[in-house]
Structure formats: C-alpha cells, structure tokens
C-alpha cells in the first residue's frame, strides 16, 4: 500500500514537476519566441528604410554632380552634348524620361534623336534652387527636379523621373529574406525548446534560455549593423559564426556595406572629378582655390589663376567627331598636367575650358612665364587616329591680390583677360587690367537695354545698295540693323552679338523680316520690280525651329515672291550645329536664296558650297581693303571668282571703296559690288530716292565703271552691325 502511495507520490511529483517543467519551458520558449518574433518587423523596418535613405542619397548625389556637368552643354545649348549625357545617365539610374528645359522650363531636349518636345513650356513641380535638388516619391516612380548651372546662375532645370520597380523588388527581395531568416530561427527555437523539454529541470530551462539567447544574438547585431549603415557608418563586419542561413545573411550585409562602400566613393570621384580628363572638375576647382587664397592669405603669398580655352576645337570636334574630340581634351589635359608644378592645380571647368591655379609664385614673372609654357605644348601637333591636328589656346591671366580678393573675382577677372587674348587674335595670353573689366560691364549693359530697344521702336533699318558690276543696274540692298540711342557713344559694337547674348535674336529677326518685306515690297510698286533683299542671318537663329514660319508669314504679309529674300550666313555658322546644312536645304525648298557672308574668312569647303546649292558667296571686305596693293589678296580674290564662277555660284564684293577696287574686281569676273563706293547705307525711303537718281546715271552710255551717284550723308546715333 505505502508502496502505492510512494508511487502514486512519485507519480503526482514527477507530473508536478514535469509540469512546472512544462510551464517553465513553456514560458521560457515564449519569451525566446517574443523575442525574436519582436526583433522581426524592426529589422525589417530598418532594411527598407536604410535602402530607401541611400536611394535617396544617392539620386541626390547624382543631381549635384549632373548640376555642373550639364550647365557647359546647357548654356551653349548643345543638344547632342546633352543627349550624349543623358545616355550615359541612363546606365547607372532607372530612367523613365529625362526632360532638360531651358531657364524659362521650355524644353531643350528629352534625350530623343527626334526631341518632338523641343520648345513645349513644362510644367515644373516645384521649381528647384541651385544646389537643392528636390526628389519627390510616388508609388510606382520618383521625379528628381534640380537646377542646371554653376554657382549661382541658372541655365535651365532637369526633371528625371525614375522607375521604383528595381527599389521595391529589392525591398521585396529583403522582406522575404527576413521571413525566411525568421521563420528558420522559429523552427530552430521550436525544437530547442522540444529537446530541452526532455532533460532534467533547471538545466534544461538555462539550455532553453542559451538557445533562445544564441538564436537571436545573430539577429540582434543584424538589427545594430542596419542601424550603423543608416546613421552612415559603413566600416562595419559583422561577425559569420555559422554556415546556415544566419550566417549566409551576415556575409550579404558585409557585402552589401562593402558595395555602399565603393558606390559612396566612386559617387564622391565623380562630384569632384572629371571623367573624361581625370582633371578635378569645377566643384573641386573652386574648393582648391577657396584653400589656396586662405593659405596664400596667411603667408602673404601671390597667387596666379589662368583661364585657358582651346582655338580652333570646336572646328574639329563638329568635323571629326566628338570621339576625336575627347581624345584631343585628354592629350590636352595630359599635357598641362606634365608642364604645371605637382602643387599647382590644373581643371576642366567643362567643354574646352580649362584653368590653372599656380601657388607660391613671386610675381607677374612667374605666372607669365608659365603661360608662355602652356601656349608652347597646347601649340605642338596633336597625332590622333591618324589625324595630324594643330591647336592653339587663348590664356587669361590674374593675380592674386592684385586683380581680385574672392575666388570669384578671380575667376571673373581670368575669363575677362581670356576673351580679351581671343580677341586679339588667339594663341596668346592677356594679362588682365581693370579696363577690360570696364568693357564686359559696358557689354552686359548693353545686353540688358536690348530687349528695351526692341520693344520701344529705337531699333530701325538701314539698306545698302548692291549694283551688278557689268551693267551698272541696282539688283539689291542688304538690310542693316541700326539702333538709335541717346547714348550711343557709350555702345560698344557686335550688336548682333549681344542680341544672341541676350535671347531675343528670334524676336528682332522676326521684325527685321517684316519691316525689311514692307519696305521691299514698297520698292517694288515704285519702279523696282526686280529688286531682291539680303539679310544677315545669325547662327544662333539659323536652326530655330520657328525660323521657316517666320520667313513664310513675313513674305505673305507684304505678298512678296520667296526669290526676293537672300539670308546671309556666314562661313562660321555652318560649323556651328550639326544640323546647319539641313536648316539651309529647308530655307532653299521655300525658295528663298542663300549667300555666304565674308567668305574667305572661315572654314567653308568647296564640297559644303556644291552640296547646299548656295546662290551666292560675298567675299570678305578684309581682302577687298588691300586688293590694289597686296598681290596675296589679288590672287586669294580672284581664285574665289574663279571658284564660284565654275560652281555656278554668283560673286558679290563687300567694302568696296575705291575705282580701283571696282576695276580690279570687273577684270576678276566679280559679279556685283556693295560699298561706300556705291552708296553708304540709307533708310527706307531715300535708297528709293538714291535708286531713281542712279537710274538715270546708269542709262548713260557705258564707261568701264558707272559713275559714283550722289552720296546722303546719315546720322551717326544709330549703332549698325556691320560696315559693308
């Protein structure tokens, strides 16, 4: 019996302490299950947003370096320059569409060869300022809106919008790590709790407890490196202590914070590096500068700051490629890098623009003497695909503290002194002086009266009498732009130039067409039915895509046949856009003529004046000056005859001022002349007058040269684009 009761005492403890057994494994396998169960969505939370922070940062980072990159091709407008980034772009960003607009958000391109967008007016979500790109999220995408320029001026905006696709699918691919990760460690948990359940009291709840403690150690110090990769510290190793899929998730998260790593380094080379020359970019130029004042400041040295830009490589990037191109701005790039000290710092602001920063010198000596050097190898032949290529450069030279105290004075007062050396000619350098700071305020004055003057009638037309050489007959008259101002001494010249400058060439061509249409139009009801009408037309506006509605709606208006319009192009221009000789081959189907102006001057091809049919070539008043006493320009004048007359091509002379000039030029074959030698230019209505006074002299019997009409004499006020 008492052996009964001991065994059913044995019997009720063992199940009592197999119970409490059960209870204490039973609450210890649910506080290791709490645990990790806890540890899940928080790791889960963590991963998605530390993901979505560097997407983030990262699509950051990419609109500050874009920002500079972009604005060179922005501000010239290149479009193929701008596509060919775009492009590039597209191999490192999930890209939907990238729309570059100008600073008034019409768009420039959108990365298409058709860019059927160019022009449109786009909406801009919010407009962003210059350095503060603004990314807005969506659901299935992201649009990316920043401003395109450098410093503080803008060019135009960018608005990317991106696909999230790749983000969600990675978050996605990451949820269900964790899921399995969680799950693989709730299974193991289980069946630690199972074998524990079959040792013997508080040894198998502290086993239970180490288990459930080993199980989400791992996970824990997961949950710490994710929080570390957030607050931006990527040096981080987390610990492999097994081979199972703990340890498999450990190893990912060493190489994702590897990955990080490299993308953050390789983002932060290319914000302050020049991919193609490997030269330190604008962003970094200006910090070295902002350094080399503060040093130079403090052991009361000089500085010198040189701003170069490469002659002639517009010429040959557009004929040869922008792969030559490249090759010939590295060989560039190289060769300033070997000629510069290892303190100096050479850069690539963008395009073929370069500068140089020389510190420690001693004076004017030093920075003048390493121009010189620069101007030497930039000068040697360029040996490239076999091409042999000659460059030269033009190098503005500063000081430090002498022509300016801020890394932006500095750079203004170099890029002064640079356009100055260009002007006088090329490869040279120019030191600056306070004068050529005084002349581009007088530029950019006048650029901002421009807009006024069209818009306030001080703008008028003067025309120039053009007669045929052999007969003497009026057959023409160049329009030429005069703008009368009260202040008219203080305007410097290159109207044409600043009205590029100042974005309202399209609107003043338009004018021009019109008023020169009427004023033609009336000639012609008046006794000049046969008198046809030049106008220069400016490189900017050749390739406008408003130009041959402009050119149709101004002929309708004054009722005018297309024959009677002739554009003149200068040589320059067709090199300018790629697209030059299709904007002619368009000017031609609507009828109108084309003529090459001051030719002699630039680049034309004879396979470019065969292959755009051009009507007729003006030769450059530079060789007509001096055509009586320099055998060079009798020779160079009248192979252009020569030229033309075997093309087919009528030859106009421009600048002609003297009877020996017209003799020269008759005996030559030249087909028409145009000068003060015939008629200075004159308004409207008294070339009509000066046409019927040189009638009457030109039916007089034939001499060898009709004789000069009377000449009227006009107010100088008015500021004409050019002397023909």
């Known amino acids: 019996m008492l052996q009964t009761i001991r065994g059913r005492l044995a019997l009720h403890f063992t199940l009592l302490i197999a119970g409490l057994m059960l209870v204490m494994l039973a609450l210890t396998g649910w506080l290791g299950y709490g645990m990790v169960n806890d540890l899940r969505p928080r790791l889960q939370s963590i991963f998605a947003e530390t993901q979505t922070l560097n997407e983030k940062n990262v699509l950051l980072n990419s609109a500050n370096y874009l920002r500079g990159h972009l604005f060179p091709h922005l501000d010239r407008v290149d479009i193929a320059a701008l596509n060919k980034e775009i492009d590039q772009v597209k191999a490192w960003l999930p890209i939907k569409s990238f729309i570059i607009t100008d600073a008034n958000a019409r768009v420039v391109t959108d990365g298409s060869i058709a860019n059927y967008r160019y022009g449109q007016p786009l909406a801009l979500p919010r407009e962003p300022l210059p350095g503060q790109p603004i990314l807005d999220a969506h659901p299935d995408s992201s649009t990316l809106s920043f401003a395109v320029g450098a410093d503080n001026r803008v060019a135009g905006y960018a608005v990317i919008t991106l696909s999230n696709t790749a983000l969600q699918a990675s978050l996605q691919m990451l949820d269900q790590q964790v899921t ?52 931006g510290n990527l040096d981080i190793a987390l610990p492999v202590r097994s081979s ?20 953050h380094r390789r983002m932060r080379h290319l914000a302050n590096y020049d991919a193609l020359t490997g030269l330190p970019n604008r962003h970094l130029f200006q910090d070295r500068l902002r350094h080399a004042l503060y040093a130079a400041d403090r052991s009361e040295h000089q500085i010198g700051l040189m701003f170069l830009d490469l002659d002639g490589f517009k010429a040959i990037n557009d004929s040869l490629g922008h792969a030559l191109g490249d090759e010939v701005l590295k060989l560039a790039a190289a060769r300033l890098r070997e000629t510069v000290r290892a303190s100096d710092t050479v850069a690539r602001l963008g395009g073929d623009e370069f500068t140089v920063v020389a510190e420690g010198i001693h004076g004017t000596a030093d920075v003048v003497g390493l121009a010189e050097k620069l101007l030497a190898v930039l000068a040697q032949p360029y040996s490239i695909q076999g091409h042999r290529l000659q460059l030269s450069a033009s190098i503005g030279v500063t000081l430090y503290p002498e022509d300016g105290t801020t890394a932006d004075a500095l750079l203004h007062s170099a890029d002064s002194a640079m356009y100055e050396a260009k002007r006088r000619g090329k490869n040279a350098y120019c030191r600056f002086t306070p004068e050529l700071d005084l002349a581009a305020t007088g530029r950019l004055s006048l650029e901002q009266h421009l807009p006024q003057a069209l818009s306030s009638g001080q703008l008028e037309l003067h025309y120039q009498p053009q007669i045929h050489i052999g007969s003497g007959h009026l057959v023409g008259a160049e329009a030429l732009l005069r703008w009368q101002s009260a202040d008219a001494s203080a305007q410097p010249g290159g109207l044409i130039a600043r009205l590029e400058d100042s974005g309202i060439v399209a609107q003043t061509t338009a004018w021009i067409l019109d008023e020169g249409c009427r004023a033609l139009a009336q000639w012609r009801a008046q006794g ?19 130009l041959l509605e402009t050119v149709s709606t101004a002929l309708a208006r004054a009722q005018l046949p297309p024959d009677a319009l002739e554009f003149e192009i200068t040589e320059n221009s067709l090199l300018e856009t790629e697209h030059s000789g299709q904007a002619i081959e368009q000017l031609q189907g609507l009828g109108v003529r084309v003529a090459i102006d001051n030719f002699g001057t630039g680049y034309s091809s004879v396979v470019n004046l065969h ?4 009507n007729t070539i003006k030769i450059d008043r530079s060789l007509i000056q001096d055509i009586a006493t ?34 020269i030029l008759q005996a030559q074959g030249c087909d028409i002349l145009q000068g003060y030698r015939v008629s200075e230019p004159l308004p409207a209505q008294r070339l009509l ?9 030109a039916e007089q019997p034939p001499q060898s040269m009709p004789p000069q009409p009377q000449q009227f004499t006009t107010s100088s006020a008015g500021l004409q684009t050019d002397q023909a």
């Open 611 to 614: 292959r755009l049919a051009i």
């Open 244 to 263: 199972d899929e703990l340890g498999h998730l450990a190893r990912a998260l060493n190489t994702m914070a590897k990955e990080l790593k490299v993308s």
């Open 528 to 546: 000049l039915p046969e008198l046809r009408l030049a106008i220069n037309l400016a490189g900017q506006q050749l390739t406008h895509p408003d």
């Open 630 to 663: 320099n055998e060079d320009s009798r020779l160079v004048t009248s192979a252009i005859v020569s030229l033309a007359k075997q093309l087919g091509i009528e030859t106009a002379a421009q600048g002609v001022e003297t009877d020996t000039q017209c003799s």
């Open 180 to 231: 399995a990760q969680w799950e693989h460690a709730s299974v193991a948990l289980l069946l630690g709790a199972g074998l524990m359940l079959t040792l013997v009291g508080s040894i198998g709840a502290m086993l239970i407890w180490r288990v459930a403690r080993s199980l989400s150690q791992p996970i824990t110090e997961m949950v710490a490196a994710a929080e570390s990769c957030a607050n």
């Open 689 to 697: 007058d000066w046409a019927k006074v040189h009638r009457r002299s």
